[in-house]
């Protein structure tokens, strides 16, 4: 008994920091999220108006599949770009593999706004892109790269690829290469090998990669806002328009809590197909 009274002891601070930090705050926008708002002020009683307008408004629905379909698209950019280099570390020497891991790290150590605002000056109508392409003689007018879903997209998967290699190259390391070489031996070709010992063996941290990106781009905000721009329509930048625009937080914490249960539905997922693989082993 006092063996366990000073763990929840030992555990207080902790608890403490999390109730003051994460409970009390979440349960303060469940509360307002279900408030009307008028002139900027937050009126009295309970309603469900404000879940009612985000899944039936037509507007609002077509933001929220917008805002998932860029979130899949970075996602699917991030698995097609991380997999050769998360592979490449895997198989380098023992001695590169830390240059390799700071090279891939690197970007990180750069505020994501200045990577951003990098991106814009290379897709943005007078950017490196546009000018090399008409220096070229390759078009006779700026290609529309930034301000749309497709700056956008190019910027997202850029910022979060280094997420998606390190889960990767976790994955990769701990094959077995006896598996391969066995594989190799039996006459399995390089495309066989990659389908039936690799793909399967790297999905958990293919798996892991997935879900950090995508859930990451959803609730990302610099990028969708500067590359981006007010043409696409985007759930993180509406957050930020209803709560420091209009001052509509009711509305404003209604979607910032759908994201979040999307997000948390995500990673339950997660760990139900981790325990579904290690079931299966």
Known sequence: M??????????????????????????????????????????????LANYVDLLTRSSTLEM????????????????????????AIAMAPSRWRGILYF???????????????GWLLILGRKGLVNEALAAMKLISEPLALSGNALGM????????????????VTSLMAIDNRLIEASEILGAGPVRRFFTIVLPLAMPGLIAGSILVFSMMLGAFVT????????????????????LVLFNMP??????????VVVLALYALQQRLSRGGKTAQ
């Open 224 to 243: 969708p806002l500067i590359l981006g721009g007010s043409a696409v329509k985007y759930a993180s930048v509406a957050v930020y328009t209803d709560a």
């Open 153 to 168: 997209t190019i910027g997202g998967a850029q910022v979060f690829l280094p997420f998606m290699i390190l889960s990767l």
């Open 64 to 87: 929220m599949v917008s805002t998932v379909l860029i979130a899949l698209a970075v996602t699917v950019i991030t698995i097609l770009l991380g997999f050769p280099v998360a592979a």
């Open 251 to 260: 509305r404003a914490t209604t979607l910032s809590l759908v994201l979040m």
């Open 2 to 47: 006092t063996n366990r009274l000073a763990i929840w002891l030992s555990l207080l601070p902790a608890l403490l920091l999390v109730l003051l930090l994460l409970v009390i705050p979440v349960a303060e926008m469940i509360s307002i999220s279900f408030h009307r708002e008028e002139f900027g002020e937050i009126l009295p009683g309970l309603t």
């Open 103 to 117: 090279l891939v790290a690197a970007p990180l150590l750069v505020n994501t706004v200045v990577r951003t605002y």
